[in-house]
């Protein structure tokens, strides 16, 4: 006909359309892979802003903990009395001090802002504030 032989022919028939082909299952694969990451993008748990306000919140948690155990009076043993501090990532917080005597318990909250309070706090309350804040038990 053209001069073409029959193994020509085939060759073009096969050639010719296999570029189609493969763009077609691309285009395809895309299809899907796009799909998927619209599912996975509603699927996720929190947006760009979210992100910055649950960091947010996380510096608020009370999650910074240290506890000094001792003995307040020197005719008991056993380290009964603590002080407790409780203190996010600014500093903000309480510490709490139970005093244990023989006959009497007596507790105490004294809040925290900035890693200081107004209250006095007594040498115990500070060695455990401070270690709240450190991460480092003294």
Do not use: C, N, W
Not at 71 to 86: K, T
């Amino acid at each position: 006909m053209f001069g073409i032989s029959g193994a020509e022919v085939l060759v073009l028939l096969v050639l010719v359309p296999l570029p189609i082909v493969i763009l077609v299952a691309l285009l395809v694969a895309v299809l899907r892979l796009r799909a998927r990451v619209q599912h996975l993008e509603r699927q996720r748990p929190v947006g760009a802003g979210d992100l910055e306000a649950l960091r947010a919140d996380i510096g608020q948690a009370l999650r910074h903990v240290a506890v000094v155990r001792y003995d307040a009076f020197g005719d008991m043993g056993g380290r009964l009395s603590f002080s407790a501090a409780i203190v996010d990532d600014r500093g903000d917080g309480v510490v709490l001090s139970s005093i244990h005597a023989r006959g009497e318990s007596r507790t105490y909250a004294k809040g925290i802002a900035g890693g200081g309070s107004d209250a006095t706090l007594t040498p115990e309350e500070q060695q455990a504030l401070s270690a709240a804040r450190t991460g480092r038990q003294q």
